[in-house]
């Protein structure tokens, strides 16, 4: 169960989520956030859909990656979740989305088609 605040909580309900891997990087996160005794800052109360880029900056919020290829590169050099995953594992990882990746490319999307169909 992950609390977002005092009187909203998130509980997965499917068994599987319990061993799938983000729960386990939450949980490394988490457990590492402890073991360093890591400030997490000021709590957010704010809509952060209602802010620019440039408004997040400067609050020291960073954006997720916008897609797999880039989320695959900020992985290939992250070194602490190759401690908690191990390098074979982030390498595999990396290789089977990567391909994932390539072929989601391929793939013309229905919102594709029905944007540009018509137009050429």
Not at 23 to 29: G, K, M
Not at 72 to 89: A, E, S
Request: hydrophobic fraction near 35%; charged fraction near 25%.
């Amino acid at each position: 169960m992950l609390r977002l605040n005092k009187t909203v909580l998130m509980e997965p309900r499917i068994g599987e989520v319990i061993c799938s891997v983000d729960s386990l990087l939450r949980l490394a996160a988490g457990l590492d956030g402890i073991e360093h005794k890591t400030d997490p800052g000021p709590a957010n109360t704010s809509n952060l859909y209602d802010f620019s880029e440039s408004e997040l900056a400067q609050r020291g919020i960073r954006i997720f990656p916008m897609s797999l290829r880039e989320a695959l590169h900020h992985l290939q050099g992250d070194t602490g979740l190759k401690q908690v995953l191990g390098d074979d594992f982030v390498s595999y990882y990396i290789q089977v989305k990567t391909e994932e990746w390539r072929q989601y490319q391929r793939t013309v999307s229905e919102w594709e088609t029905d944007r540009y169909l018509m137009t050429f």
